[in-house]
């Protein structure tokens, strides 16, 4: 077993339970539909969360010959993977039909979300970048800032377009780096 292998199946484990927390949100809420107003910030907002908490799986893969296997990294996993499943179990009510109004809900919670969000995010930078320097380019630094600086505007924003335009606009970044790689990988065989 690789250093790789024993770190991640801790961290999997645990990013794993934060995608079921938001799916099992948008199942129970789906379930419901009719009796609430769904809305489109809460979903957006679930969307958000499954697509980052995979762009960290991501991150997680291309780091991993450079993993050590130590109770630090552990610890530092088990904050991050925390943080992300603190952040995803705030997306969906636990009893959406207390809620009749999922917007409402977002809006309540959102920053509680998108603070973890980027509390998680910005622990993952530091962890990926700091003991590597030649990874800071100019590309990566503004990406990243842009992206920490989006969801901190989601965060604080008040009204619900503003932070509808931040979430779509951070998938609509996530969707084009992965529509990158599909293309790298279709056009290297």
Not at 13 to 25: I, K, R
Not at 63 to 81: E, K, N, Q, T, Y
Not at 107 to 128: C, D, P, Y
Not at 156 to 184: C, N, Q, S
Request: with cysteine.
């Amino acid at each position: 077993m690789s250093a790789f292998e024993f770190c991640f199946s801790l961290f999997g484990l645990l990013l794993g339970f934060s995608l079921v927390e938001v799916l099992a949100g948008l199942v129970k809420t789906v379930k419901l539909r009719g009796t609430v107003r769904i809305g489109w910030l809460t979903p957006l907002l679930g969307l958000f969360v499954m697509v980052d908490l995979t762009s960290f799986w991501n991150v997680a893969w291309s780091v991993r010959d450079g993993m050590p296997a130590s109770f630090s990294v552990l610890l530092l996993g088990l904050l991050i993977c925390g943080v992300y499943y603190f952040a995803a179990s705030m997306v969906f009510p636990d009893k959406p039909e207390d809620w009749p109004d999922f917007d409402l809900w977002a809006e309540r919670h959102k920053r509680q979300v998108m603070s973890g969000i980027l509390a998680a995010n910005v622990l993952a930078t530091l962890a990926v970048l700091a003991p590597q320097p030649d990874r800071w380019s100019l590309y990566v630094l503004v990406t990243n800032c842009w992206l920490l600086g989006l969801m901190a505007v989601a965060a604080i924003a008040r009204p619900r377009w503003v932070t509808g335009v931040t979430l779509g606009a951070m998938l609509a970044f996530y969707f084009y780096t992965a529509g990158i790689d599909a293309y790298a990988v279709l056009h290297a065989r």
